[in-house]
């Protein structure tokens, strides 16, 4: 079996018609092979939309929350809805189709494909995942980083697509270097009005005494699947839940904190702007075995 | 000759290795085929930058502007530094290669490679323009837009990127929906302190009386080349140029306004917000017989 796979679909979206009326709805192709036209608005424009689901032991995790999240993200973008079987059929396709190992990962991609055409263009891409052992055991360093929007930008100026997963992702990435540069390792946003948001893929978890807290949704930023995973985790152990609005202050403040995301899952954070913070090892433990264990 | 024509670059910077060592500096190739592989950056975090240059009669218009800026773009992203020369010889065989026109374009687009491979990717795509004619004379219909950021974000955050041409463009296509649902053609942002800042893909230009005046490029905005091509027509002239802070009042007051950019060039504002505002045909029309006649 190949080290990564790659299922190209035929009909992205019910609503858009198909690539070719012959195939079915979706191929295992070469993931070296050029598959993607210059003229695809997802390279030209970053206009498509995209998941990245993990794979724990060939069990794609949180997969319904990830594609509901991904319709959610391209009815932001006004992209035609998603075909929800097509999708968890090509995600559990890529998946099995790569060596088996204990942590991988699919990635989905639907874009508005190539302009004028009418025809989205979808992907889901296979591959086994780096290896987060260090991030999650010994923490990662953060640097908080203005977003430049206010904490409610989502609702006054829905345009800017904040809270949507697009493939405009350059700051995304812009800010990560900037945290390299600064001495960390990633990023956790903060609005311009001075509420925490979350990181540059990931979820923002606090522990607070008995209570896990992560910033609010209605903030403009992505509803997490691994959170939300840990906030059900946290009910069944008798642990308080709470969306809030939180400031640096909380951060440093809080009993532990985590970024959280799919692939790298609770990775706690042991350092905010050059200030080192306590990381809970052994609550961490159990949040990344809860989290790799996960069969759905 | 082909109607669209694409060039292929072997070694888009020469600060990073070539994608082969036997291939001439660009391939014209079939622009229908796919040539981006689903790992590269541009399409998988629209992490790259870009260029539309117009093409009059077959010249290359603001050529060298256009590459200097391509290259500011590339630094904002700290991406490998264009080869001016590579690519200056890759546009120019592009729009040679294509179906004689009179108006044509050629877009270059520059991404971050495949990640882990270090080898940027890049490309110059040739096709004829759109018939803006419409547009020139009777011209189009805008609503101001938060943008969401301060005037001054690009000083104080620069990793948000702002006045970088990156491929992360999926706001400024979905503000000019939200403009056609609001019953305009297009969108001057504002900034959230209350400044005109540029269109989508397009600067402000506004005249009061024997002035020009455009929004100062330190408002994280786009300098632009077809903006500065009209700044020296006027100064030829023996118009005044100006770089400025503008509010909207500005904008309702002055004696024309147009939203101006290469290809569709000087498209004079005949409405704001539902508001009709005055064109002025004569001096549009100058405007646009100089652009589309430039031979660099």
């Known amino acids: 079996m190949p080290t990564t796979a790659l299922a190209l679909l035929n009909q992205p979206s019910s609503d858009a018609p198909p690539h070719t009326e012959e195939l079915p709805p979706f191929a295992l192709v070469d993931p070296a092979d050029p598959h993607v036209?210059?003229?695809?608005?997802?390279?030209?424009?970053?206009?498509?939309?995209?998941?990245t689901i993990s794979v724990g032991s060939g069990h794609p995790q949180a997969l319904e929350a990830?594609?509901?999240?991904?319709?959610?993200?391209?009815?932001?973008?006004?992209?035609?809805?998603?075909?929800?079987?097509?999708?968890?059929?090509?995600?559990?396709?890529?998946?099995?189709?790569?060596?088996?190992?204990?942590e991988a990962y699919v990635k989905t991609i639907l874009t508005r494909g190539v302009e004028g055409d009418g025809r989205p263009t979808g992907w889901?891409?296979?591959?086994?995942?780096?290896?987060?052992?260090?991030?999650r055991r010994d923490g990662i360093r953060v640097v908080l980083l203005d977003r430049g929007y206010r904490h409610d930008v989502a609702q006054t100026s829905p345009w800017l697509l904040q809270g949507a997963k697009s493939l405009s992702y350059a700051v995304n990435r812009a800010v990560v270097r900037e945290a390299k540069r600064r001495g960390a390792d990633d990023v956790v946003f903060v609005s311009s009005d001075g509420y925490l948001l979350e990181g540059s893929t990931s979820n923002l978890l606090l522990r607070v005494g008995d209570t896990l807290i992560t910033p609010g949704t209605n903030l403009g930023i992505l509803p997490g699947t691994t959170q939300g995973d840990l906030f059900a985790f946290a009910a069944e152990r008798g642990l308080g839940t709470d969306y809030a609005l939180l400031h640096a202050d909380d951060l440093m403040a809080a009993d532990a904190a985590w970024l959280v995301s799919s692939?790298?899952?609770?990775?706690?954070?042991r350092e905010v702007d050059g200030t080192p913070r306590a990381i809970d090892a052994d609550f961490t433990s159990a949040l990344n075995a809860f989290l790799v264990a996960r069969t759905e």
């Open 37 to 51: 036209r210059v003229l695809d608005l997802g390279v030209t424009r970053g206009d498509g939309v995209f998941e």
């Open 66 to 102: 990830h594609l509901r999240r991904f319709a959610r993200s391209a009815a932001a973008l006004e992209l035609p809805a998603p075909d929800e079987q097509a999708w968890n059929a090509a995600v559990r396709a890529a998946a099995a189709a790569i060596d088996p190992v204990p």
């Open 124 to 135: 889901a891409y296979a591959a086994p995942a780096e290896d987060f052992t260090a991030a």
């Open 263 to 269: 692939v790298r899952h609770a990775a706690p954070i």
